[in-house]
């Protein structure tokens, strides 16, 4: 049963450090999405990349997020500097093209907590 | 940019048929219309897609009326097990362009009891 990988599951760390979070995607899959979701906000699309390149991360504050996708088996969200008000769990799904819109298949997430 | 509004609770008992109303006024031309589910410390999981009518799986069905400012999603006979957060999601896919956004509902958290 094909899954979507992330690590690590839990991350708790201090203002101002770097968070590096980690997706492997289903195999042969060639979209992947990040997600954040939060009690306020619900779940946010920050970017999504279609046979590794970026095709949408408006989503995404610019100044402080990146998302790279170095090959076909990860992609990666980086957080630096961090803040507090980041804290959330981060989603990573993968999908592939259906008839009209994807049918994505979510990670179990990576939950980050900022202090 | 689509936005997109659910119920927040709905409470159900096993057996009966539920459903579960998502409004999307803003939908765009090229956006379909999909249903997640998700469980406390899990991703949401797929359950069902649409663009309009009527469409049907072996675990729920999906209606979306004429204009499709609206879906409904109805799960048949729930059980124990179906209760979890319900999502909408309305947004394109790859033929139809990279450019439209994919935005997730509120959610609605479904409780089902004996």
């Known amino acids: 049963d094909a899954r979507v990988t992330q690590t690590p599951r839990h991350k708790v760390t201090e203002m101002g450090q770097e968070v590096t979070m980690r997706c492997q995607p289903i195999l042969g899959h060639n979209t992947v999405f990040w997600y954040r979701q939060t009690m306020m906000q619900g779940l946010e699309l920050l970017a999504y990349?279609?046979?590794?390149?970026?095709?949408?991360d408006s989503g995404m504050p610019k100044d402080r997020f990146s998302a790279e996708m170095p090959d076909a088996t990860l992609a990666t969200l980086k957080i630096q500097p961090s803040e507090p008000r980041d804290s959330a769990v981060y989603f990573c799904?993968?999908?592939?093209?259906?008839?009209?819109?994807?049918?994505?298949?979510f990670g179990p997430g990576t939950r980050l907590t900022v202090t | 940019l689509a936005k997109t509004t659910q119920p927040i609770s709905m409470d159900s008992y096993e057996g009966q048929e539920v459903n579960i109303t998502c409004s999307h006024n803003n939908i765009a031309t090229n956006d379909y219309i999909t249903w997640y589910q998700q469980f406390p410390s899990q991703g949401p999981r797929f359950i069902i897609q649409?663009?309009?009518t009527k469409v049907t799986n072996e675990v729920a069905s999906l209606f979306i009326p004429a204009d499709r400012k609206s879906s409904t999603l109805s799960l048949p006979r729930v059980s124990l097990s179906d209760t979890a957060v319900y999502y909408c999601?309305?947004?394109?896919?790859?033929?139809?362009?990279?450019?439209?956004?994919?935005?997730f509902g509120t959610g609605t958290q479904l409780k089902v009891e004996l």
């Open positions: 990349f279609r046979n590794r390149a970026p095709l949408d």
């Open positions: 649409g663009y309009k």
């Open positions: 999601l309305v947004g394109g896919g790859p033929r139809t362009g990279g450019g439209n956004k994919l935005t």
């Open positions: 799904a993968s999908g592939k093209p259906g008839l009209g819109s994807y049918e994505q298949y």
